[in-house]
């Protein structure tokens, strides 16, 4: 596609707008950048300026819709309720997201994975596993690493392996993948998208213009995810858990006597997993089914499979002390990420950690995953909230404060040997953080603190030093 001219206004800068207004300006594009915050100081919109981008801050004016403009480049977590979004739209205006245009210019075919949780394990455990001589793979989308700067290196026999989030794909027009993959759809991320129904349309975009040519990848145990993907032209590999009829046997990957196969194939142990909970089980079945696509080798898998220890803040372990062991599920911004992470530990008494953005809902569906929580210590705008359903739960031990450091040390010292301590917020960041990388980080920061500066004796006779 020829940009050369085009009037291009990218709303929200950061690191995805830096990436959109770079890229665009090397396509020869006139560009207008527009943030809410204060860019004045960001030696990189200096940089831009220099180049001839015009710079627009401090608030989102209607009157830059008056300007000609092309389309509208906006940020994924810029909402569509806000008014020179609503105002464009009336206007008949294109708003795209970064991956859109990125799929205009790629040369190298993408391996797309979107679902309400999970998608990110899979993302990354996927690129390790497809990562070969024959096809590089790059990482990029919503996993932190911007598409457009990723599309400049891969080549046509490269593959791109992309995390989508509904955000980004509320926002493309044609984007197709090679091959689609959908974990699985819950109810998330309503203050954004309203409804749920307009939470799954952006979702099940990813296969939208899938062709005969193209592959897609989609959890069985779903029945409602079955249903809608059933009228897909692309050529489908199911994964299953739990269904395993004779449909899932001829066509796809499932779990039987704790192997892993695909079609009549086996291809690793369940034993050879190295996350916690079933819900990482389902991610690497998942991951089995897109490698298939590449006739990747079931030794490539297993390797790749026992050597991964998961993703930064998404129910990473972080520390173990004195039989103590500490979990990091920042990631962990609505309540079904919260249970499937309760869920992965079945049998160890679990010290929680929660609170966060208060955005209106309540957490009454905690309540039949509560049943071995041993003590929850809570904070944030949510904290009170929270505190309800854990006390009508039965916890023995509900306190509430005003910081995660806080909560984190009471939690610390109310802990025991053999107890799981969790911090799974089941709410977005945003009320004391800028992102759940930094709530999860000063998590990391203060266990390891009070490691250091406060061990623990009373161990019923063992110990357990050790810490990673």
Same mark, same amino acid.
């Given at each position: 596609?020829?940009?050369?001219?085009?009037?291009?206004?990218?709303?929200?800068?950061?690191?995805?707008?830096?990436? #959109?207004?770079?890229?665009?300006?090397?396509?020869?594009?006139?560009?207008?950048?527009?943030?809410?915050? +204060? &860019?004045?100081?960001?030696? !990189?919109?200096?940089?831009?300026?220099?180049?001839?981008?015009?710079?627009?801050?401090?608030?989102?004016?209607?009157?830059?819709?008056?300007?000609?403009?092309?389309?509208?480049?906006?940020?994924?977590?810029?909402?569509?309720?806000?008014?020179? #979004?609503? $105002?464009?739209?009336? @206007?008949?205006?294109?708003?795209?997201?970064?991956?859109?245009?990125?799929?205009?210019?790629?040369?190298?075919?993408?391996?797309?994975?979107?679902?309400?949780?999970?998608?990110?394990?899979?993302?990354?455990?996927?690129?390790?596993?497809? =990562?070969?001589?024959?096809?590089?793979?790059?990482?990029?989308?919503?996993?932190?690493?911007?598409?457009?700067?990723?599309?400049?290196?891969?080549?046509?026999?490269?593959?791109?392996?992309?995390?989508? !989030?509904?955000?980004?794909?509320?926002?493309?027009?044609?984007?197709? /993948?090679?091959?689609?993959?959908?974990?699985?759809?819950?109810?998330?991320?309503? +203050?954004?998208?309203?409804?749920?129904?307009?939470?799954?349309?952006? $979702? &099940?975009?990813?296969?939208?213009?899938?062709?005969?040519?193209?592959?897609? #990848?989609?959890?069985?145990? !779903? $029945?409602?995810?079955?249903?809608?993907?059933? =009228?897909?032209?692309?050529?489908?590999?199911?994964?299953?858990?739990?269904?395993?009829?004779?449909?899932?046997?001829?066509?796809?990957?499932?779990?039987?006597?704790?192997?892993?196969?695909?079609?009549?194939?086996?291809?690793?142990?369940?034993?050879?997993?190295?996350?916690?909970?079933?819900?990482?089980?389902?991610?690497?079945?998942?991951?089995?089914?897109?490698?298939?696509?590449?006739?990747? /080798?079931?030794?490539?898998?297993? @390797?790749?499979?026992?050597?991964?220890?998961?993703?930064?803040?998404?129910?990473?372990?972080?520390?173990?002390?004195?039989? @103590? #062991?500490?979990?990091?599920?920042?990631?962990?911004?609505?309540?079904?990420?919260?249970?499937?992470?309760?869920?992965? *530990?079945?049998?160890? /008494?679990?010290?929680?950690?929660?609170?966060?953005?208060?955005?209106?809902?309540?957490?009454?569906?905690? *309540?039949?995953?509560? =049943?071995?929580?041993?003590?929850? *210590?809570?904070?944030?705008?949510?904290?009170?909230?929270?505190?309800?359903?854990?006390?009508?739960?039965?916890?023995? $031990?509900?306190?509430?404060? +005003?910081?995660?450091?806080?909560?984190?040390?009471?939690?610390?010292?109310?802990?025991?040997?053999?107890?799981?301590?969790?911090? !799974?917020?089941?709410?977005?960041?945003?009320?004391?953080?800028?992102? *759940?990388?930094?709530?999860?980080?000063?998590?990391?920061?203060?266990?390891?603190?009070?490691?250091?500066?406060?061990?623990?004796?009373? =161990?019923?006779?063992?110990?357990?030093?050790?810490?990673?």
């Amino acid at each position: 596609m020829d940009l050369k001219g085009k009037n291009i206004l990218i709303i929200g800068y950061a690191m995805t707008g830096k990436s #959109v207004a770079e890229f665009l300006l090397k396509q020869g594009a006139h560009i207008t950048i527009n943030d809410r915050g +204060d &860019l004045s100081n960001d030696p !990189s919109v200096r940089l831009l300026l220099s180049q001839g981008v015009k710079i627009v801050d401090g608030g989102h004016p209607l009157s830059l819709l008056d300007e000609p403009i092309d389309f509208i480049v906006k940020n994924p977590g810029i909402p569509y309720h806000i008014p020179i #979004v609503e $105002k464009a739209l009336e @206007r008949s205006i294109p708003i795209y997201t970064d991956v859109e245009i990125a799929y205009w210019f790629s040369k190298a075919p993408f391996v797309s994975i979107t679902g309400s949780n999970g998608k990110t394990t899979t993302t990354q455990l996927l690129a390790n596993v497809l =990562n070969t001589k024959e096809h590089p793979t790059y990482l990029a989308g919503n996993i932190g690493i911007p598409v457009l700067e990723v599309i400049q290196q891969a080549t046509k026999d490269d593959l791109i392996v992309l995390e989508m !989030s509904s955000f980004q794909l509320a926002g493309v027009d044609q984007f197709k /993948p090679r091959v689609a993959v959908l974990t699985n759809i819950y109810s998330a991320h309503l +203050d954004y998208h309203h409804t749920r129904q307009e939470y799954v349309e952006a $979702k &099940l975009k990813l296969i939208e213009h899938l062709t005969k040519d193209d592959y897609l #990848v989609y959890n069985y145990d !779903s $029945k409602e995810l079955t249903d809608w993907v059933k =009228n897909t032209s692309a050529r489908v590999i199911p994964f299953a858990r739990l269904r395993v009829d004779e449909y899932i046997k001829q066509h796809g990957v499932y779990v039987e006597d704790e192997t892993i196969y695909y079609k009549d194939q086996p291809i690793l142990k369940v034993s050879d997993i190295q996350l916690p909970g079933v819900h990482n089980l389902e991610n690497i079945l998942a991951v089995v089914a897109a490698a298939m696509v590449y006739n990747i /080798p079931s030794q490539q898998i297993q @390797r790749e499979v026992k050597k991964y220890q998961g993703m930064p803040h998404r129910n990473q372990q972080i520390a173990k002390s004195q039989g @103590r #062991v500490f979990y990091n599920d920042s990631k962990a911004t609505n309540i079904t990420a919260t249970i499937t992470a309760l869920q992965s *530990f079945p049998t160890a /008494p679990i010290l929680y950690i929660g609170g966060g953005l208060d955005r209106g809902n309540e957490f009454d569906e905690l *309540f039949p995953y509560l =049943n071995h929580v041993r003590g929850a *210590f809570l904070y944030g705008e949510t904290k009170e909230k929270m505190a309800r359903v854990m006390k009508e739960a039965g916890i023995p $031990k509900v306190e509430c404060f +005003d910081t995660l450091v806080e909560a984190t040390t009471a939690a610390y010292f109310y802990a025991r040997f053999g107890d799981v301590v969790l911090l !799974s917020p089941a709410n977005a960041s945003w009320d004391q953080f800028k992102t *759940f990388e930094e709530r999860g980080d000063l998590y990391t920061t203060t266990v390891q603190t009070l490691i250091n500066t406060h061990p623990y004796e009373d =161990n019923g006779g063992q110990k357990d030093d050790s810490t990673q």
